[in-house]
Nanobody, 122 residues
Framework: QVQLVESGGGLVQAGGSLRLSCAAS????????MGWFRRAPGKEREFVAT????????DYADSVKGRFTISRDNAKNTVYLQMNSLKPEDTAVYFC???????????????WGQGTQVTVSS
């Protein structure tokens, strides 16, 4: 079983950037497909981005495509979410997720972190 801890959230002005990190322990991230999700106040949790085990394949929500980049460093057991050109509507708690299966739906993950708050001011 893998444990996930997110970091890097904070307060940033619109147009700014943040990089979120998700550090894993308990098992190598090599065995997991990874994803980022977010939950805005009063809304359901939504998919943001996912990356395959090797890092060769990525997928993004339309709302973040071209602004956010997911990446992974399996040697460091860490997954990242680089967020550029941030907008107030990106304000949310961001969650990291892991799943050992490659072929599940992009919203289907087994293991979840506790989340990190991102607030974008206008």
């Amino acid at each position: 079983q893998v444990q996930l801890v997110e970091s890097g959230g904070g307060l940033v002005q619109a147009g700014g950037s943040l990089r979120l990190s998700c550090a894993a322990s308990g098992r190598s991230l090599f065995y997991y497909r990874m994803g980022w999700f977010r939950r805005a106040p009063g809304k359901e949790r939504e998919f943001v981005a996912t990356i395959s085990h090797s890092g060769g394949n990525t997928d993004y929500a339309d709302s973040v495509k071209g602004r956010f980049t997911i990446s992974r460093d399996n040697a460091k057991n860490t997954v990242y979410l680089q967020m550029n050109s941030l907008k107030p509507e990106d304000t949310a708690v961001y969650f990291c997720a892991a799943d050992p299966q490659a072929n599940r739906g992009r919203g289907d993950f087994t293991y979840w972190g506790q989340g990190t708050q991102v607030t974008v001011s206008s």
